[in-house]
């Protein structure tokens, strides 16, 4: 079976995404944030868009906690931050966490109607794209969430898109690529494959290291370090929610 491969340096009306099998990317932080609580033992994860959808989900499911960020910082409501590494130094066993960001849950929640989706970055790159290639779907979309609440492109995610279109190219060799798959790809070979010189370029990252959070970028750049895989379901109530594969909701 041929399978297409398209690239959102943004991301695209819901309709685009359907019939698709759709891979999500915010590498600083939202899917990052993903791999290292599900690596850590979390349960679920619920992306929603903003904090009064948040803080009434929190409330509304049992010992929940909510995580996220304003401007790159945790706000009052918060139970914690928006920081990969801050949950990698916990025990987040068995979580159940409501997350809010500016760009990347809110692109997750418009991927519900794809045939399938998942929340993917750097570290579990190959783990995710095997994943995508064994599903029924002809197309396969990349999706960047971008700045700004996802009106303007980011070197990060437009780097991993290209990262993951290298890949496709591998392990399906027959792939057709559309435009965006290849600008991404130049991209990603521009940066010589490197993510620290591609971090190192981001205008979004340059605010992350005044605010001193260096260490997520060595976290987000180490390639394949996992081997999650982070699937995107309806819950009993058809909110959104984020899984461990194979881990279904009941």
């Given at each position: 079976m041929s399978i297409e491969v398209e690239t959102y340096l943004q991301p695209p009306p819901a309709s685009a995404l359907r019939g698709a099998s759709v891979?999500?990317?915010?590498?600083?932080?939202?899917?990052?944030?993903?791999?290292?609580l599900f690596a850590g033992g979390a349960t679920a994860v619920y992306p929603v868009a903003d904090f009064p959808t948040g803080m009434a989900l929190r409330d509304a499911i049992p010992a929940s906690r909510l995580i996220g960020e304003v401007g790159a910082l945790p706000?009052?409501?918060?139970?914690?931050?928006?920081?990969?590494?801050?949950?990698?130094?916990?025990?987040?066993?068995?979580?159940t966490v409501v997350h809010v960001t500016s760009n990347g849950t809110r692109t997750l929640v418009g991927a519900l109607e794809a045939e399938l989706a998942l929340s993917a970055c750097l570290r579990n790159m190959t783990a995710s794209l095997e994943y995508a290639l064994d599903s029924d779907a002809e197309r396969v979309a990349i999706v960047c969430s971008g700045d700004h609440g996802g009106t303007a492109p980011s070197v990060e995610d437009?780097?991993?898109?290209?990262?993951?279109?290298a890949r496709i190219r591998r392990l399906a060799p027959q792939a057709?690529?559309?435009?965006?798959?290849?600008?991404?790809?130049?991209?990603y070979q521009a940066y010589g494959r490197s993510p620290a010189r591609a971090f190192a370029d981001s205008p979004h990252g340059d605010h992350l290291k005044r605010l001193g959070f260096d260490a997520d970028f060595r976290y987000a750049g180490d390639v394949d370090a996992d081997s999650t895989v982070i699937a995107l379901n309806a819950d009993h109530s058809g909110r959104p929610v984020l899984?461990?594969?194979?881990?279904?909701?009941?």
């Amino acid at each position: 079976m041929s399978i297409e491969v398209e690239t959102y340096l943004q991301p695209p009306p819901a309709s685009a995404l359907r019939g698709a099998s759709v891979i999500v990317l915010d590498i600083f932080r939202a899917t990052t944030v993903h791999a290292a609580l599900f690596a850590g033992g979390a349960t679920a994860v619920y992306p929603v868009a903003d904090f009064p959808t948040g803080m009434a989900l929190r409330d509304a499911i049992p010992a929940s906690r909510l995580i996220g960020e304003v401007g790159a910082l945790p706000p009052p409501e918060a139970d914690f931050g928006n920081s990969p590494t801050e949950f990698e130094a916990m025990d987040v066993t068995d979580w159940t966490v409501v997350h809010v960001t500016s760009n990347g849950t809110r692109t997750l929640v418009g991927a519900l109607e794809a045939e399938l989706a998942l929340s993917a970055c750097l570290r579990n790159m190959t783990a995710s794209l095997e994943y995508a290639l064994d599903s029924d779907a002809e197309r396969v979309a990349i999706v960047c969430s971008g700045d700004h609440g996802g009106t303007a492109p980011s070197v990060e995610d437009a780097f991993a898109a290209g990262a993951y279109v290298a890949r496709i190219r591998r392990l399906a060799p027959q792939a057709m690529l559309h435009g965006g798959a290849r600008l991404a790809l130049r991209l990603y070979q521009a940066y010589g494959r490197s993510p620290a010189r591609a971090f190192a370029d981001s205008p979004h990252g340059d605010h992350l290291k005044r605010l001193g959070f260096d260490a997520d970028f060595r976290y987000a750049g180490d390639v394949d370090a996992d081997s999650t895989v982070i699937a995107l379901n309806a819950d009993h109530s058809g909110r959104p929610v984020l899984q461990r594969v194979p881990a279904l909701l009941h």
